[in-house]
Structures are given as structure tokens and as C-alpha cells.
């Protein structure tokens, strides 16, 4: 032996950041049994449960819904690489870090990308996407983020997608923060393409993309005249893995056991009753934030249940108030993403995190470690107003 | 709730196919771990911890040693997606499904091609592969599989990394079966990317694909004039995430906890010891197949230790023993693929798996599994040929 790694005891943290969030302990007693093959009768039972389980989250009748053996990164290269052909235009809404990358990815994927820019923390406007629309010729696909993770902002996704259709294009969703926590209904909404990831609102660790597709989609992947340039990703293949059980490559197993019972949580509680919860908690966060004196980054008629972005007050070091927090309490927040890197904290209020007493634990150890900075705030404010709304009394 | 699935008990399965194999219970334990954020000052030393332990099984110094956030096939893509700009030339030595698989991906990279074909059982030669350099121009790399999956058999790599060497090429090696089991040695041999899986010889769960770049494939990298295809698979991205914690993507938190524990498990063995455990496991394996009758795919000098590639007797309906092998007993082996399909099984003896006790288990349920179909061996003549080998008389 030539290593000297000691054994592994983690710590327990309280993930209130923009994820991973923490799982509900069903979740990691089934990713810790034991293995079967990935072809195994077994195993293709769980499959099938996995696909119709998200089909219940994604709110759709789409037969192509599956999760990719990849993170929530891998899941917008599938909607990409499979949509786009070299030479396509594609025109991506960016509110934020994650519409930046969309399209990134989409250039890499050989599309022509226009950028329809917006304010970071406002939602997109469909307003602007139509009129990209219309002077951009023949767009193969829209792609905007639901719920972008970098400001906490949530935009609606009805009238892009008939902007989008009224163009003869194809809409592209990012779900990442919202799939699971915040209201979607991909069939009602004529979403035709929406990917997520398992570590935020779904209460899965990190691991996999779930991925629907709609059959006008489908239908563009059948009319493709190149191939798809990865074959990870080809959602041809999977498909016929995922159908038909022939060989493509082995799926992560475990991972897939924790998706199966994270979203058996979520369908037990009901999809509907968890948007409610998500949405109650994080009005009782955004309370207590405002009677500490501090500022959210979203306009507030278009904040995520799931997700705030706070501007840290200018005389706090956010980066250290983050270490305190880690350090003494083993709580996690996230720090600003892109523009807002060093100057804000995202909060999370996400799958099996999103709780009252969350809320509550959150908002006092926030106290304390701005306090040892010197900002001070009437004590335990925050925690009051936001009990207030947790108790239906504002 | 709209959904009704049962609560999670996947039946114990013993994984004597081509992957997954069965782990420790210190992996399935490690991976049901409390999570912690992926920026968090405990998993990156979780992340030191698998990089040096991933060079530690690869046998090499490459500063860029890291695992992809998606299964082998993601790793063969990242290999290929990294060093082939469009317009490349590609060698790639073919004598299995595998290599077929490396020439496909490489050529939805853009590379263009030039396939070395060799007899499926056979080692890949390396005066084939020079004459094939010979006439084709400039090459950007030679890529070759050490341990064919479809068929047990093994390539020696040093003679085929030199032949690249003298054209000026890479060498890309496909270590999928072998990691962790087999005899392997990255800078020894000149190997300038080599990736492999988790669910084989190194004993985790899938998801995973460890990968290594030599400093050579590293300036390779550095010095394309195209991006990467592909923004999840982009090896200065993840290295920039590995290096300096700059975020990318969300990795896999508890695969990678996993991982980790399979790593140490090999560091505390020995690697030497676990390829020499390989050796022995599979000599004993095919001793007993041998005097049951059965005969292998693979050339006898060039035979894998971790994977066995058998022919069905015409008479035997493969797949139906492999039907009562996993409803009798819980065994799961695998069938043939490609050109084998239908025609023969696959005997993995892989990581935790490859043990004496599970030879004698396999053969033996094997024995009795093809007397049902009406294959008489001279009962227990494989087990007790098995059993010689294990015990050192033969």
C-alpha cells in the first residue's frame, strides 16, 4: 500500500445553498443496496417506475422521458446536441449565468446563437424573444431557464412557447432549479424540450439530468440529416436503451435506485402540494431577509420558490460570513455566480431542505455571522417576521 | 398521489457478467454518506484523495487524473472529443465491439477514420497498426482497447504506444476492463490518454470514468485551434474544476464518495496483489470451463484474467441459461455481443468479484444449468479442475 488516506466520515452539513441539497434518508438507503446488472428484469422494472414517475414531475404524456447518465451540465448538452445540426439558429434568452451557457453549448454544438440579453434578476420577456424572432430567419429552437439559478429569477414559460411556435421553433427549458419545487407543467405549456437535474428540488443526489421530450421534438430528431455529434448523448440510442432494453452503456445503477425514491417522496406528498410548500417557505425566507434589512436580487414578482439570491450588504465580506456559517454550524450558502460572485449569497429552499425550520435556522445563524462582522440587526428579527408567515399570521 | 410503486428491495443478485460487479460494503456504505456541497472544503480533499489514488491504479504521474461525471462510454467520448479536431486522422485498432464503438465516436468528432481490423478472440498486432500509420498521412492519434469487453482478449500496449510514438501520434487507450485488475501501466508503456469505468475491476457502482492525460496529450489539448465539441466532457473545464475548485459542473458527490472507498480498498490489496488475484481466479475459471467441455473465444496466450468470453454449445439455448442461472440462483452472467450475440456468455471475475469461492459458484451453477438443457458434463469435473488451480496442485 502506498496511500495513506484516512477513512471516511464526512460531516453533516445543512445544504441551504444552490445545491446539492440534502436528501431525505429513503434516498440514500436505496442508493446503498445492493447491485443488479442493468439488464436485469429487475432493474428494467425500475425503469420503467423511474419514466413514469417523471413523467408525473414533468407534468407530460411525452414517451422520450428519461433521466441521462449525466448532471444537470450533461442534460443541456443533450437538449443541444440532439436539436441542433451544424449551421441551425438557435435563439437563447439569457437572464443569467445558466442562459449564458445554454448557449455556449449551443455554439459548440454547431448552432448560430442570438442572444436576446436581459437584466440580471428580471425574468425573460417574451416580448423581446418575438421580435428576435422575427428578424432572425428560420430559428430551429428557443431555449430559455425557467428558474435561473444565478439570481433566483423565475420566468413564464406559456408565452414563450407560443412565441416560439408562432415561429416554427422548437422551445428548449432548463428546469434545473425548479423540476420538482416550483410549478411546470411541460405538456400544458408546450415545452418541447426541458431537462433538470436530481440534486435540487427532486432530493436526489447529484448524478443524473432527467429529460423529456415532446413528439414535435422527436420529430425533429428523426429528420436530422447528420448524426448527433456525441453518442453519450444520442437520445436516439437511449431511447432505444430505455424502450427496448438494447445495450448503449451501463447505467449508473445506484444513482438511478436514488432517483426512483426520491421521486416516490415527491409523488407521495403530491407535486402540487410541494410547489405549495416551496413557495410558503420561501416567502417566510424572503420576510425574515427584508426585516434583517437585506436586498433580494430577483424582482419580487418574478422570485423562485426555490431559490434567493441576496446582495450581501457592501461592508460584509459574503465569502467569509459563508465560512463562519460552514465552519460553526455546518450550514452551507452559496455564493454570487457570475456578475454577482463575491457580492451575494444564494439561498436554497429546495426538495426535502424546504422547511420551516430550515427557514428559521437559516435566517438566525445568517444573524450571527454578519453580526461578527458588524452588521448588526435588531435581534432575532428575521426569524420573527418569518415565523409570521410560516404561521399564516402575514 | 397518482403513482403507485412498491417500496425498494432489489433482490441480491451475484454479478458474474460483464459489469456491474458486486462492491464492498464499505462502497455501498461510503455512498450512502451524508452529502456536502461540491465546493466544500471537505470534498475537496475527498477530490485529492481520488486523484492521487486514480494515479496511484493508473501507474502514472499525469498531473490530469481525474474521473468524468458519466459511465465508460463517457470517458471514451471525452478521450475523443478532447484530442480530435474535425478534419483529424484517426487509427483506431479494431478486434471487438469496443473498438467498432472508439472508431464510431471518433468519427462524430470529426475525425476521419482508418479502421484496423482484426479477428474477433485475436490481440491487436502492432505491425498491422505501423503499416496502417504508414500510408495515412498525418495522425493525430492511434487509439486501441486493452482489454476487449466483447470478447477476453487482451493487446500489449507498449508495442502498439512506440508504433504511435515513431508516426508522431497519441496513443488513446480504452482500459475499461482492465483498471484495477490487470496489468496496467500508463507512463511505463506511453500511454497518452487512457480512461476506463467504476463498475469492473475497480469495484465501485457505474457512473463514473476515471481518465489520465499525459503531458504530451496535455499540450495536444493546449494547443487546439477549435473548442471542444462537447462543454461537459471539456478536459480544461474539468481540469480548472479539479485544479483550482473553479465551478463547472455539480460532480457526482456520492459516486465519487464511492469511488474513493473502492480506490482505497485497492491501495490497501496492492495493486500487484489484485492483478496477481485476477491471474489466478481466471486460470482456475477457465481450467474448470475447459473440462466441462467449453470452449473460449480469446487466443489462450492473449486471454484477459477479468473477463472470459465462452462459446455456447450449439446445442445450448444461451440465453435460457442465463434465464435459470439468474431466477434459480441469482447469478447474472452476460451474453455475447455483437458478432457473439446469441452465441456465447461473458465471465466476469472483476474487483471484489474475482474470487476462488465465486469460480467454483459459477462453474458449478453453470454445470447444472446447461444439464437442464441437456448438456451432460462428468459431474463436478469443472469444479474440481477449478479447484486444482486454486489450490496450486496444477
Redesign the interface.
Known sequence: ???D?AG?M????L?M?A??S??HPRV???????????L????LA?MD?VR??LR?VFRTENPVTLPI??????GM?AAM?NIIEPGDTFVVAINGYFGQ?LG??A????ANVIAVEHEMGKAVDAERVREALAGAGKVKAVGVVHAETSTGAATSIKEIADVAHEAGALLVVDAVTSLGGVELHVDEWGVDVCYS?T?KCIGA???LAPLTLSPRAVETLQSRTT??????LDLTELSSYWDRRA?????????I??L??A??LI????VEARWERHIRNGESLRAGLHAMGLNVVADPEVQLPSLTAVHAPEEIDEAQARRYL?DRHNI?L?GG?GALAGKAWRIGLMGHNSTGPNVLTVLGALEEAIGEQGYETQAGAGVAAAQRVLRGID
Open positions: 500500500m502506498t496511500q488516506t471516511f464526512p460531516p453533516y452539513r445544504l445553498g445545491g446539492p440534502n436528501v440514500l438507503q436505496a442508493m446503498a443496496s445492493s447491485l443488479v446488472g442493468h436485469d428484469p429487475n432493474f425500475v417506475d413514469s414517475l408525473y447518465s449525466g448532471t444537470g451540465t450533461a448538452e446536441v451557457r455556449e453549448i455554439e459548440r454544438s454547431g437535474c440534486q443526489p447529484p448524478g448524426k448527433v455529434r456525441s453518442f453519450y445495450y448503449h452503456h451501463t447505467a449508473p445503477i445506484s444513482m435506485y436514488a426512483r425514491e421521486l416516490r409523488a407521495e406528498e403530491g460552514l452551507e452559496s455566480l
